[in-house]
């Protein structure tokens, strides 16, 4: 994703938003394999790694960061608890 640099116009937190949509848009490949396990794993993976990036960035002051690392933190659980529920259907969800 090509790096967006804010101008008077357009402020950091609205590039950065223009960012996520457009990746939002991007589909996972079609000859994706992936095992429910271990889609359970890696999202595990991802939440735990955010957290630690989340107790970095709150240490460092960064408290808007740490925010956003908490956000995408809780959207990993979210991943988590609909593959608990919804287990045949969680690869549609992707």
Not at 16 to 35: F, H, K, R, V
Not at 67 to 82: D, F, K, P, S, T
Request: charged share 25%; hydrophobic share 45%.
């Amino acid at each position: 994703m090509p790096f967006v640099r804010p101008t008077p116009s357009k402020p950091v937190a609205t590039a950065a938003i223009e960012d996520l949509q457009i990746g939002a848009d991007i589909a996972p490949p079609a000859n994706t394999s992936e095992t429910p396990r271990f889609r359970k794993d890696r999202i595990a993976y991802i939440a735990d790694l955010i957290s630690e990036l989340e107790m970095l960035s709150h240490t460092a002051g960064c408290t808007t960061l740490a925010g956003i690392l908490r956000l995408a933190q809780a959207e990993a659980y979210e991943q988590l608890a609909v593959d608990r529920l919804m287990p045949d259907q969680s690869a549609a969800r992707r």
